[in-house]
């Protein structure tokens, strides 16, 4: 089964009932690669419209989430093992983007690298990168 | 001024009026360390009750800022660098505690490690291990 | 001035006489990045021919280092200031490549991230994943 | 058998016989905690006296490998899975002390937190900040 973002929203909507009011989704994915979308929420943001670290950070983490689905099949839970972030500007007042490549998909691990970016703006201008490994399955 | 818990919560509750909302308080503070907590929420969590992964990311991020405050006074916005974190067992059903210790406060950056566990259990325990870096104001 | 390997390799083995007899060279250099290698030594390997934890970092950070010539000119000190690193297969019997790119360039820090692969090998089947941050002088 | 800085000196001079010429060593074991040391060596240094950031890193790697002997017996291969590091000062003129504490043992992974500082030198005034994962064999 190919894994779409389509089938990916389902699965997540369903999985996790609370999800939908979250503001993530997957608007893109390829073998190996997914991108997911934090729409920009005005109750949740710092003075300035910035947007907090750990909701970056959670962008980052379902990206990595997604992409192991398109390798692995849809997993119910997000067995993240580690995760590096550094936060390279500040996101104002804007949704975000988040794109996972796997480098490496092994027996019990699965490793990414994700980029993070404002929505409408330049994909090279990065918000923040992270890496980390995810658990597989046994 | 000694930064108090109580120091830390008045601020954070003026500065970031929408905080109070989302669950997190500093309980603790020496010099050079401050502990986080992140009040159960029913409504953000997993099936089986586990508190999801960016939740406990936050509560790290968290207590390194308040950290820092023990260090260099109030400071308004939370400009962690970078983050990495292991997440070592899921919390289930649980507040969480954060204690981060900083290990160094430099000119230009503030490293702490973050230890997690949840609050009523045993402290050696770990949810999470953090380890990260504040960038901190010229 | 254009960073060149030639230039690096020069520069490099000027301000660290000893450098020549550890067998890293810059093998490539574009606009902020910079790819390094480390030639295969039969005498620093572990049972088997496998290249070292140690020495597949060292290949890593000496690519920041490289990769941050291309855009403040060259700097006598490699002063990293954080680094991860995820291992993702063994390295075996072979000289390593690291292609550092940079991501982001501020006037503090400089953040990249690194993939290392055996020279002669696929350069997608990754030996290693690396991204830090590299302090840059005020 | 309680594993003891000899036990593990004896098994890696043995297991790799180049090793006793990279200046290793354990100099201290606790039941999930070890110490390595890096004798400082005149011929793998910067100017100024200072160790390689590939050192301090070399022998943190070290220190969580050598703790985890202490949890699962000898190992013959060092399987670091991933390492963090942020350098805090430089080491100058002075041999390396990493001491290594693990902070979960689990089924796949060993996680421990490593302090490294100048033997001779306040314990308290790191060199570096390292925490790291483990692969353990099946």
Known sequence: MKITPE???EFVAEAF???ASTGFSCVETADGSATARLAY?????????IVP???VFAVADVALWYAVFTRIGLQPMAVTSDMTIHFLRPAIGASLLAKCSLTKVGKRLAHGEIRV????GDPERLI???SGAYALPD
């Open 17 to 19: 009932p609370t999800a």
């Open 117 to 120: 970016w404002e929505e409408g």
């Open 41 to 49: 929420n005005e109750h949740n943001i710092r003075p300035g419209g």
């Open 7 to 9: 089938i990916i929203n």
């Open 53 to 55: 670290g750990p909701s």
């Open 128 to 130: 923040a990168f992270a």
